[in-house]
């Protein structure tokens, strides 16, 4: 029988009509309240780090291939659609899709407005999941191989700032060469990402119009997109696609085409840094404050169990059993609040932000069995490690003094 774990247990049934008990009810609802907001914070940042992230790659890929150019431009010179290198990338695991694009800068003229944009064009390749799930009204375009369509789906934001229906005609104008261009679509769906940067500027339709508009041939394109079952895997995919393309073309992952929001995306981390070192910095505190109190309160059982023949390792593994309890328990009631509001909040979306501030209309909520399995056992190491400081103070503890003290 483990004695230290028997007496352990007595004390903590025997606790309900002490001064400590109050103490102890507290250290359980800090290191729960500590947790919940460890938890929350981890689930939103990440979930807001993924929403973002998903709606940028839905608009370029994970890594985009194009003709090298030093200069920065929306019409990059084209390359062939029939790449010899294209078959390899299909084949390599982690690489989810490949499609081909072309990109032209124009103008949508309306009665009263006009408003400079980027058509992107898209062939039969297109994956429209992404686009699928963002629109609010109407459907995607349908293409075909051999006849150009001209249906094209616009953003929320242009329709509003031009006034655009569903199904209403937009005229759009583009300089090719010394001469300008203009062509009539029709709008067959409307979408909203959130990300006003992008939601201002694209609009989709298919590839065909691109490659007359440029005079290209029927076998050219911009360049291609490439999309990954991972994103972790896009810096060495990226490195991969690189070495496999050639000389005369240039391979960039999404993190180099739009680095400031990248880079403002990882600044969040700081912030739940920050909120881990305090949120675990009280629930130790409290601990410590707690462990204290109750061997304090259980001074004379102490200089019994000394006068008894126990040793001090053996009773300060009673205290930390009990300290093992009361993290176990605030942990899991701060498991079982703060999955209740991750759900919650996940199915029915009731905390809500404005979408042209923070690109995204609800708080989004993460939950990663990793992190989950991280963030507790992190709080109970540490926790439980920060408890071998107090326990000490039970080898100053005499049994003459402890018994007289009673």
Not at 96 to 118: E, N, P, R, S
Not at 159 to 185: C, E, P
Request: overall charge positive.
């Amino acid at each position: 029988m483990n004695t230290e774990l028997f007496i352990a247990r007595r004390i903590i049934k025997g606790n309900k009509g002490n001064f400590s008990r109050p103490i102890v009810v507290v250290a359980i609802a800090a290191i729960a309240l500590g947790l919940t907001i460890m938890f929350v914070a981890i689930a939103i940042l990440t979930g807001f780090q993924k929403e973002i992230r998903e709606k940028v790659i839905g608009f370029g890929g994970h890594i985009q291939v194009s003709r090298f150019s030093e200069n920065s431009t929306f019409e990059p010179q084209p390359i062939d659609r029939y790449q010899a290198f294209i078959p390899k990338l299909a084949a390599k695991k982690g690489i989810k899709h490949i499609q081909a694009f072309g990109i032209k800068a124009g103008i949508i003229k309306t009665k009263d407005q006009i408003l400079g944009v980027v058509m992107k064009g898209v062939g039969k390749d297109f994956d429209g999941n992404f686009f699928r799930d963002k629109l609010i009204e109407g459907r995607l375009f349908n293409l075909k191989d051999t006849s150009r369509s001209d249906e094209v789906i616009i953003s929320k934001y242009i329709a509003n700032i031009l006034n655009i229906k569903l199904n209403d005609d937009l005229r759009m104008y583009f300089i090719a060469g010394n001469s300008t261009l203009g062509r009539k679509f029709r709008v067959c769906g409307i979408y909203e990402t959130g990300l006003e940067e992008f939601d201002k500027m694209y609009i989709i339709g298919d590839i065909h119009h691109i490659q007359k508009l440029n005079n290209w041939k029927s076998d050219q394109v911009g360049g291609f997109e490439i999309t990954l079952d991972n994103f972790k895997d896009m810096d060495r995919m990226g490195q991969f696609v690189y070495h496999q393309i050639g000389f005369s073309l240039d391979a960039s992952t999404i993190r180099q085409l739009y680095p400031q929001i990248f880079d403002w995306l990882d600044l969040q981390d700081v912030n739940v840094v920050i909120i881990l070192a305090l949120m675990i910095m009280v629930s130790t505190i409290t601990m410590i404050s707690t462990l204290l109190i109750l061997i304090l309160e259980r001074t004379n059982m102490i200089g019994v169990m000394k006068a008894l023949g126990m040793r001090n390792l053996n009773i300060r593994k009673v205290f930390l059993y009990n300290a093992a309890y009361i993290i176990g328990l605030g942990l899991f009631w701060g498991n079982l609040v703060s999955f209740t509001i991750c759900l919650l909040q996940q199915k029915f979306g009731i905390v809500t932000l404005p979408q042209e501030s923070y690109y995204v209309p609800v708080v989004p909520i993460n939950l990663n069995a990793v992190h989950i399995l991280l963030l507790n056992a992190g709080t109970m190491l540490i926790c439980y490690l920060m408890m071998v400081i107090p326990s000490l103070v039970i080898t100053r503890i005499t049994p003459l003094k402890a018994i007289r003290f009673s």
